[in-house]
């Protein structure tokens, strides 16, 4: 919610924000459960690669194969002390323009 990315997508970026406003409601009602959002990154699907075009890039810079590594990691280090309740970057961002810069990012 911190940062804007112009995508003629509004419905889109709403349920986006409804899935992670869903994920904060169900940290704090279920203290038993790890829950928290993760953004998968620019991937390079069908949807992807759409979005990518209409921005001047040939097809989205983030392969699957590094989406799901960066997922999984970020599922295989969760704390419900130190990852759950909020929104997570697929991994740490490098110096490209279309990585999100922090690991959490706000909403």
């Known amino acids: 919610m911190g940062r804007y990315f112009h995508a003629q997508a509004g419905v889109y970026g ?3 924000a409804a899935g992670n406003f869903l994920a904060k409601v169900l940290d704090t009602e279920n203290p038993e459960l790890i829950v928290f959002a993760i953004h998968p990154g620019w991937v390079t699907t069908d949807m992807g690669n759409v979005g990518a075009v209409a921005n ?3 097809s989205a810079p983030v392969t699957v194969e590094d989406s799901v590594a960066g997922i999984l990691s970020r599922i295989d280090r969760a704390t ?7 929104f997570w970057n697929f ?3 490098s110096d490209n323009p279309w ?9």
């Open 14 to 16: 709403s349920s986006k």
């Open 56 to 58: 001047g890039l040939p």
């Open 80 to 86: 419900k002390e130190k990852s759950s309740g909020k």
């Open 91 to 93: 991994k740490t961002a």
């Open 99 to 107: 990585d999100v810069e922090i690991e959490e990012i706000p909403w």
